[in-house]
């Protein structure tokens, strides 16, 4: 069995010992044919990263781009251009991996060719915390997925229902975790797709826009479990380049949710999207669980209008401008 040759796309803003423990689990795989390619968005780094960053460019171990912008979706189509592997994976700047990750994520592509995309378990690091101390108690509450439901296969609900933490068995999905997903590499060169750069911000729902493109292609996304990693999921760095405390973040939030809807879905399912995005988001309501002043529901009913507008006018201006700038700056470059 010859596996598909791999690289490793892990885009980084703002992160040090995260990112070289990234790297280092990755460094460990035996799998025989990978590469990482690094795209660091950051505009300076500790002195003893930096050093470490440069070592292993040196060695040919890392592929190293420096660039001057902060764009998790613009990191992600740079990288893909600069890759070789007949599979682009993506990983986060913050997770731990265990041996046989790269393999996990291969033999998907080699047993069933209707795959082209292959979605890996999340181990968030609480979450993880808390399944290991159930497991330790015996504590039979501890909540366990064998079958996403139906709902989590409608693109105008399923973000509600997808839990990629939990769930235990391989199955068809709607979406992948941006922090541990994988691409056939004809998905980009034969059918051009490419991530939207105009999702903003922290970039939230840039990978569900992504793979709900994938689903005109004909092909299927996969779910497996066994190609897990711990997410640490650190409250700074990574595509957290403005506080998600801020105007601006929450305002970008709302925006790309609106832009998922207007960019892939019917009028129908839009509706609906739209609906639970206010029902949970704005309200607070189960799965959200946020605070019911009437001042935060107000306060996040001003940005959820916000975003919208914005969203409809990002729409617009695609009529003229297709909103792929960081790509656009790249292609004036010759490398």
């Known amino acids: 069995m010859t596996l598909p040759s791999i690289s490793v796309i892990i885009p980084t803003y703002g992160r040090e010992e995260p990112l070289r423990d990234s790297i280092e689990d990755v460094l460990k795989q035996e799998y025989p044919n990978y590469e990482i390619l ?17 070592e292993l460019a040196a060695a040919n171990k890392i592929k190293w781009f420096r660039i001057s912008w902060a764009s ?35 033999k998907n592509y080699l047993k069933r060719p209707e795959i082209g995309a292959v979605a890996g378990r999340v181990f968030d690091r609480m ?28 693109p105008g609900i399923a973000w509600y229902y997808i839990d990629l933490v939990h769930t235990i068995k391989p199955q068809e999905v709607l ?5 541990n997903m994988s691409f056939r590499r004809e998905l980009f060169e034969k059918y051009g797709l490419h991530f939207d750069e105009r999702f903003r911000g922290s970039a939230v729902r840039e990978e569900s826009d992504f793979c709900l493109r994938i689903r005109q292609t004909g092909y299927k996304i996969w779910y497996d479990p066994e190609a897990h990693l711990v997410h640490l999921g650190e409250e700074t760095g990574g595509c957290h380049d403005i506080s998600t405390r801020s105007t601006k973040y929450q305002t970008t939030f ?28 704005v309200l607070g ?45 790249d292609e004036k470059v010759e490398f």
């Open 38 to 54: 690094v795209v660091d968005q950051t505009p300076q780094h500790k002195p003893e990263i930096e050093s470490y960053l440069k």
């Open 127 to 154: 979450k993880m915390a808390d399944a290991s101390q159930g497991r330790t108690q015996g504590d039979n509450n501890y909540k366990t997925i064998e079958y996403l439901p139906p709902q989590a296969m409608d």
């Open 175 to 179: 979406t992948a975790r941006g922090c």
């Open 72 to 106: 998790l979706p613009g990191a992600r189509n740079y990288a893909v251009r600069r890759s070789t592997g007949e599979i682009i994976l993506f990983l986060d700047d913050d997770v731990r991996l265990e041996s046989g990750f790269l393999e996990a994520h291969a």
């Open 254 to 281: 709302y925006h790309n949710h609106f832009l998922l809807g207007l960019n892939n879905l019917t009028f129908s399912q839009a509706l609906r999207l739209y609906a639970r995005l206010f029902d949970c988001h």
């Open 285 to 329: 309501r189960p799965p959200c669980h946020k605070s019911g002043s009437p001042v935060k529901i107000l306060t996040r009913f001003i940005f959820y209008t916000l975003g919208f507008m914005k969203a409809l006018a990002t729409v617009i201006q695609s009529n003229w401008n297709d909103g792929q700038i960081y790509t656009q700056l």
